[in-house]
């Protein structure tokens, strides 16, 4: 369904976590041995055994590659340490949205968490507290998230087709993009951040400027 990669560590450890359409168990994966790593990330609770309707739709890595974030369907978001694939807790005080995550990411100094819900929601957390600092409601419900780290720009794809991209430091709306007729699979920053671009599956590729909107 998903998958991140992580450079910063993948001489060390399992670099790469991939989360499946309808399981609840993400896998890790070596680049280098080009194998499936030593470690499946998933929820204490069910460790013995398999629910039927809880499964991952969202992962990130942290920059330095030691952590590994994953949404759940039941608006659960937890962290994992990559090196031992131990549970390292779960943002909020239930759960972090009454939604499906539908995207997750961390800035590039691991002091933000940023959380998208089903519901409509775009949540702020710390990374080590793990406490709640900003919540605000979007014009529709997310279908996925993108951070471009280096400008601290988010790219959200929503349901309605339409983009938008929020300034982390504002927590404000700073374009909006239209165009797509079809569900958005997939988003990328251009490395210097100045494009955003899009796939859809009304079959195009669509490119965005974003100093000029």
């Not at 041995?33 to 470690?39: D, F, I, P």
């Not at 499964?55 to 978001?77: E, H, K, P, Q, R």
């Not at 990559?82 to 100094?109: C, F, N, T």
């Not at 819900?117 to 900003?134: A, H, Q």
């Amino acid at each position: 369904m998903c998958y991140i990669a992580e450079v910063a560590r993948q001489s060390d450890w399992d670099s790469i976590v991939a989360c499946h359409q309808g399981y609840i168990t993400c896998t890790t994966w070596n680049y280098q041995k080009t194998s499936m790593g030593a470690h499946k990330l998933r929820p204490e609770e069910f460790s013995k055994h398999k629910p039927i309707d809880i499964y991952a739709t969202a992962v990130d890595i942290t920059s330095c590659g030691n952590f590994a974030v994953i949404g759940l369907s039941t608006g659960w978001v937890d962290v994992y340490n990559m090196q031992s694939g131990i549970h390292r807790g779960r943002y909020g005080k239930e759960r972090a949205h009454e939604g499906a995550i539908r995207g997750v990411a961390v800035d590039g100094l691991n002091q933000l968490i940023i959380t998208a819900g089903s519901e409509g929601l775009i949540k702020f957390w710390k990374f080590k507290t793990k406490d709640l600092v900003y919540s605000t409601e979007l014009s529709s419900s997310p279908s996925g998230i993108l951070l471009h780290r280096d400008s601290g720009i988010l790219g959200i794809a929503f349901d309605d087709f339409s983009i938008s991209v929020l300034d982390i430091e504002t927590r404000r709306i700073v374009r909006t993009f239209s165009g797509h007729h079809g569900r958005i699979n997939d988003m990328t920053f251009s490395p210097d951040g100045r494009w955003l671009i899009t796939s859809s599956m009304d079959c195009t590729i669509k490119t965005w400027d974003l100093p000029s909107g």
